[in-house]
């Protein structure tokens, strides 16, 4: 059975084309600095897959491996942060199968705990 995260941002007025090209470069900054080539990262949905209003829309199946399920939560969680600021006025749901993930104004997407090094070193050596 697997995990996955899910995460998607609704809003009446479609995106800009400012806003176009700063998902654009959010997705290809994260996919040039992710740093496990066979495992799934951030994936957007096309836009043809997507609910009405729904202007981004995505998942991402998370490893089965415990040393890099925070590695790689963490780096499409803060991609998703910067997703939601790059596209102000949206209503955003982000979610781990049905849990959801908090948003803090400073820290973005993240559960309490998860940038913890010990935990991290911890969950590495199981």
Do not use: N
């Not at 996955?4 to 290809?28: H, M, W």
């Not at 749901?93 to 803090?104: G, Q, R």
């Not at 973005?108 to 940038?115: D, N």
């Amino acid at each position: 059975m697997s995990v996955s995260l899910y995460y998607r941002a609704t809003r009446a007025i479609p995106p800009t084309e400012a806003e176009e090209d700063a998902v654009r470069r959010v997705v290809a900054a994260h996919r040039a600095s992710f740093p496990y080539q066979d495992q799934e990262s951030l994936c957007l949905y096309d836009s043809d897959d997507c609910r009405p209003h729904e202007i981004v829309a995505g998942s991402t199946k998370l490893p089965f491996d415990p040393g890099r399920v925070l590695p790689v939560l963490g780096h499409v969680l803060g991609a998703v942060s910067e997703l939601r600021r790059a596209l102000p006025g949206a209503e955003w749901h982000v979610h781990m199968d049905d849990l959801d993930v908090p948003w803090d104004e400073t820290d973005g997407y993240a559960f309490p705990g998860m940038h913890d090094g010990d935990l991290a070193a911890e969950l590495g050596g199981l």
